[in-house]
């Protein structure tokens, strides 16, 4: 069975994108069959893995994640979530084979129809929670289906508050949290998880993954350890990955793009990458050990770090 995971903080530039891309690649280098959704109006996955051709002929074709939204909760209108699915999008080779990721979009006009749904449905005295909810439904519905063809669905979210975030937030099998370990993205993590869940149930507990970590900062071991023992007191209301992504001065650059080759598969598996391969390959294996019995894919024989 698939698993669907949402890569989600309210805190921008703490590693979201670049855990949903990097861990998308890996994944799909293992084999599996991987969905992209990118939920960000800034449209950084998109613009990343498919480029700016692709993505300006999707947005002017309708097929793109607010296109959706709008004809499913603007127009009530049947809109199929496959037709919006952009296939073999990924310019990254391995093993000589173009990888089997695929994408859905978005563009900076989801603000827009996000900001519309609110306005009309509140108008029609719909409040946000029966908004949330129904996002939730129709999402649910559409990505049930989805689940059949894909190993593993991968929600970007938006930072701040989105109805669509916190929709996704919540019918995902497992929530990834990308946390830099220092005082300002630390104080967001439990006040995040409280206005997505109150409590958490215990297999709701979204997991916290350390980001840019730097080897030889004081003030983040601090703040790790802090994270790690809250997380493990009764009550805690989150967990915390055993990996952790380092900081690494090529990140940045790998997420460009030119209009024909797609740089963010070096992070995976080049082997001048190794400091980020690595445990970029350990959290693949973490996140299939932590998923539901059943969810997800699992690779045959050892994974490597590829060279190259
Ligand atoms: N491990 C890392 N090392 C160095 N820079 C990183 C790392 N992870 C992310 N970045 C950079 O930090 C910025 C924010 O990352 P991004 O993934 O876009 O965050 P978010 O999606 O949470 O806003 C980007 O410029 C990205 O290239
Ligand atoms: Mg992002």
Redesign the pocket.
């Known amino acids: 069975m698939s698993a669907v995971i949402a890569i989600a903080n309210m805190t921008g530039g703490v590693g979201?994108?670049t855990t949903a891309i990097a861990l998308g690649e890996t994944l799909a280098t293992q084999g599996a069959e991987v969905l992209i959704i990118d939920l960000?109006a800034?449209g950084?996955t998109s613009f990343s893995i498919a480029g700016p051709r692709i993505l300006q002929n999707l947005s002017e074709t309708g097929r793109t994640i607010e296109s959706y939204l709008n004809a499913r909760l603007l127009e009530r209108k049947s809109r199929r979530i496959s037709d919006i699915i952009r296939r073999s999008v990924s310019s990254v080779l391995h093993d000589d084979e173009q990888l089997s990721l695929s994408i859905i979009c978005a563009t900076p006009n989801l603000r827009h129809v996000e900001q519309k749904i609110i306005v009309q449905l509140t108008k029609a005295g719909i409040s946000w929670e029966e908004i949330e909810g129904e996002i939730r439904k129709i999402l649910a519905r559409d990505i049930t289906n989805l689940r059949k063809r894909f190993d593993y669905i991968l929600f970007?979210c938006a930072p701040g508050i989105s109805a669509a975030t916190e929709a996704a937030i919540k019918l995902a099998d497992l929530m990834i949290m990308p946390t830099i370990p220092d005082f300002v993205s630390t104080q967001g993590v439990p006040a995040f998880i409280d206005s997505i869940f109150g409590e958490p149930d215990d297999n709701k507990k979204p997991w916290v993954l350390f980001t840019r970590v730097k080897a030889r900062s004081r003030h983040q071991r601090t703040y790790k350890s802090l994270l790690r023992e809250n997380a493990n007191k009764p009550g805690g209301t989150y967990r915390v990955f055993q990996v952790e992504m380092p900081e690494m001065v090529h990140v940045p650059e790998a997420m460009s793009q030119s209009v024909t080759f797609t740089n963010t598969g070096r992070m995976s598996y080049n082997a001048k990458w190794r400091d980020f391969a690595q445990p970029l390959h350990a959290l693949s294996e973490e996140v299939r050990r932590i998923l539901p019995n059943g969810c997800g894919f699992q690779p045959d024989g050892n994974l490597q770090v590829h060279g190259g």
């Open positions: 979201k994108t960000d800034q950084n970007d």
